[in-house]
């Protein structure tokens, strides 16, 4: 859960030739699988797909299918600064876990210019397919992952589904050459163990 608060305004109404004031407001966000949900049925296109570029307007309405707070004003997310989407969307990056896998960056970890290191994309590994809330419920339910989680946070949710999915697959055969240098220490420690010369 991330809380933000969006400052009140103080605007010129040229109807009425008066100013009128809205009241800060206290957003309180989940970067979760309903909120994709929501957003992939308004709007029939995948979020995590790079190939289509999101309009400010689609963005903006992300923010609001992640909105847990009731009774919002829509008018609200039209008051998102620069600096509070940045907020948002560092909360997005998050990974909210310790976990990490061979090849990416670990959480927190830096670059050597100093910004976070990048994860991998959210792509279902050599599928070629495009991620959708969808195939994360049903990676999930295969999974064996409880519908409770589908408010976890979206990051943390995905590594645990491919953490379940890395556990459940059959060990990868051992290459003709690892097997050979394996093959070559074992004989290498029997011989010294033993005394022998071969």
């Known amino acids: 859960m991330f809380e933000i608060t969006i400052p009140g305004e103080e605007l010129w109404d040229a109807r009425r030739a008066e100013f009128t004031s809205t009241k800060a407001v206290t957003l309180r966000l989940e970067y979760s699988l309903v909120s994709l949900s929501k957003w992939e049925s308004k709007w029939h296109i995948p979020f995590f797909d790079d190939s289509i570029e999101k309009t400010?307007?689609?963005?903006?309405?992300?923010?609001?299918?992640?909105?847990?707070?009731?009774?919002?004003?829509?008018?609200?997310?039209?008051?998102?600064?620069?600096?509070?989407?940045?907020?948002?969307?560092?909360?997005?990056?998050?990974?909210?876990?310790?976990?990490?896998?061979?090849?990416?960056?670990?959480?927190?970890?830096?670059?050597?210019?100093?910004?976070?290191?990048?994860?991998?994309?959210?792509?279902?590994?050599?599928?070629?397919?495009v991620l959708t809330s969808e195939v994360l419920y049903s990676r999930m339910f295969q999974a064996g992952v409880p519908i409770e989680c589908e408010r976890w946070h979206l990051n943390r949710l995905m590594t645990l589904i491919r953490v379940c999915q890395e556990e459940q697959a059959p060990p990868r055969k051992m290459s003709r050459k690892d097997a050979l240098r394996q093959r070559r220490e074992l004989n290498a420690a029997r011989m010294k163990k033993y005394g022998a010369r071969g």
């Not at 009731?70 to 989407?85: C, F, M």
């Not at 909360?91 to 994860?119: I, L, V």
């Open 56 to 129: 400010p307007e689609q963005m903006q309405d992300f923010v609001r299918c992640m909105t847990v707070t009731q009774g919002v004003d829509p008018t609200v997310y039209a008051r998102l600064t620069v600096e509070i989407l940045n907020a948002i969307y560092r909360y997005m990056e998050d990974p909210m876990t310790a976990t990490w896998f061979a090849g990416e960056g670990r959480p927190g970890e830096k670059n050597q210019n100093g910004t976070a290191k990048r994860r991998a994309r959210r792509r279902p590994p050599g599928t070629g397919k």
